[in-house]
Every structure is written in structure tokens, then in C-alpha cells.
């Protein structure tokens, strides 16, 4: 079975622009959920999406987005890039049944300079 | 909102040593809980859940974890460690009816095993 995709693994992109990453969770799992990894903060939940609806939102400005697709696979949107967004960001894949148990990708790193 | 309190962020230990991470979380309701560890250059792995029945789980590699109810916690332990162990570990919650907030995750510790 094929773990947790993400694309791209590394990003370098300069402030002011946006971005956009992508996840393809396990085959038949159908929610994602995204993380923001830095040192100072650790791990944050970004959103979650299930069947095409997000279903929950962690404290993030708007210009983070996302959204996910018939066939599962998400993306996430960055707009308007600050110097503080520079992070790993997780993407997180689960059945969306409860209990849940997330399976997490390798992540991209993404640099904002 | 719940929150994850991971006590210790650095931790050195020789091999063989018995390892014991602290982690309380905080939430009023029923909650599902995880050990995650992140290998260096590596994504995160689970090592262990606990959803509902025997507080004490078995996870992966040796570890286990308690869920003691009454404290809030859910210690992870390894009877012996050794070097390849070296790894940042995350404990992390979420609510057992699902809702907002996703997976909560504590700062986590950063775990050194000298040969």
C-alpha cells in the first residue's frame, strides 16, 4: 500500500508570492489533514478535509486555504507569502472514521525569502 | 480547546538505560492519544495510540504507554534503550467524538542516545 505522498518536497519562494502543495493520502482514505511544522510553534493544525468539505480549521490566517478532490488527493494554498511561514508543512491522511489514526507524508519544506 | 504538555525537551541517556517521556494533556472530554516519533531527516511515525480498554498499550520497537485517567497522562516508556531510538518524540490528542482542532501535539522531546 502506498504510504503518504507529497509533493513538492522543497519549495524556495520569495515573500509576497504563493504557493501551492499537494498531498495524496493512502489509497480509500478519504480525509487529509495538514500540520505546520516549525521550531518555535512545533506542530499546528492547519485544516482538515473530508469527502471534498473541510471540516475543521486550526487557528491560521486566511490566506492559508485548501482543498481536496473527488479522487482524496488535497492541496493546500499559501497566498501573499511572509518570512514566518518558512516550515515543514505535514500533510495527514485517515480513513475519517472515528477512532481516527493519521498517517503523516514526509512533508515539504518550504523557505520564504 | 486541549492542549499537550510535554515535560522534558531534551533528554540524554546511555544505551540500555530504561527511558520513561512525560506528556498531560488537558481537555474536558474523552480523548484519543498518540506517540509519534520523527527519526532525523524522517517523517513522523506512529509508535503507539490509545482509543479506548487497557490503559497500558504496546506499541512499536518496544515502547509502551499508560494512560492513567485520574493525571491526565500518558507516559511513554522503554524498558532499554538504544542508539538508533535517537529521535524527537511527539505525544499528541484529539477529541474521541472527532470536532474541531485536529490532532493536538506537545513541543515534543528531543531524545540522545549515547553508545
Known amino acids: 500500500k502506498a504510504g503518504v505522498t507529497q509533493t513538492p518536497r522543497y519549495l524556495i519562494k520569495t515573500r509576497g508570492q504563493q504557493v501551492t502543495l499537494s498531498c495524496s493520502p493512502i489509497s480509500g482514505h478519504r480525509s487529509v489533514s495538514w500540520y505546520q511544522q516549525t521550531p518555535g510553534q512545533g506542530l499546528q493544525f492547519l485544516f482538515e478535509?473530508?469527502?471534498?468539505?473541510?471540516?475543521n480549521k486550526g487557528n491560521f490566517p486566511g490566506r492559508f486555504s485548501g482543498r481536496q478532490f473527488s479522487n482524496s488527493r488535497s492541496e493546500m494554498n499559501v497566498s501573499t507569502l511572509e518570512l514566518g511561514d518558512s516550515a515543514l508543512y505535514l500533510c495527514?491522511?485517515?480513513?475519517?472514521?472515528?477512532?481516527?489514526?493519521?498517517?503523516f507524508g514526509s512533508g515539504t519544506r518550504l523557505t520564504v525569502v | 480547546a486541549q492542549s499537550v504538555s510535554q515535560h522534558n525537551h531534551h533528554v540524554i541517556l546511555s544505551e540500555a538505560a530504561s527511558l520513561e517521556l512525560g506528556c498531560n494533556y488537558s481537555y474536558g472530554g474523552t480523548v484519543n492519544l498518540f506517540w509519534y516519533v520523527q527519526y532525523p531527516g524522517q517523517h513522523l511515525q506512529l509508535l503507539l495510540k490509545?482509543?479506548?480498554?487497557?490503559?497500558l498499550v504496546k506499541g512499536i520497537k518496544g515502547f509502551e504507554a499508560e494512560f492513567i485517567k485520574s493525571k491526565f497522562s500518558f507516559n511513554l516508556r522503554k524498558p532499554s534503550v538504544q542508539w538508533s531510538d535517537t529521535a524527537e518524540y511527539f505525544c499528541a490528542v484529539n477529541p474521541s467524538g472527532g470536532g474541531a482542532d485536529g490532532l493536538t501535539f506537545g513541543k515534543g522531546t528531543h531524545l540522545i542516545i549515547q553508545p
Open positions: 478535509y473530508f469527502s471534498e468539505t473541510q471540516r
Open positions: 495527514a491522511s485517515s480513513t475519517g472514521r472515528h477512532p481516527r489514526s493519521y498517517t
Open positions: 490509545y482509543f479506548s480498554g487497557d490503559p
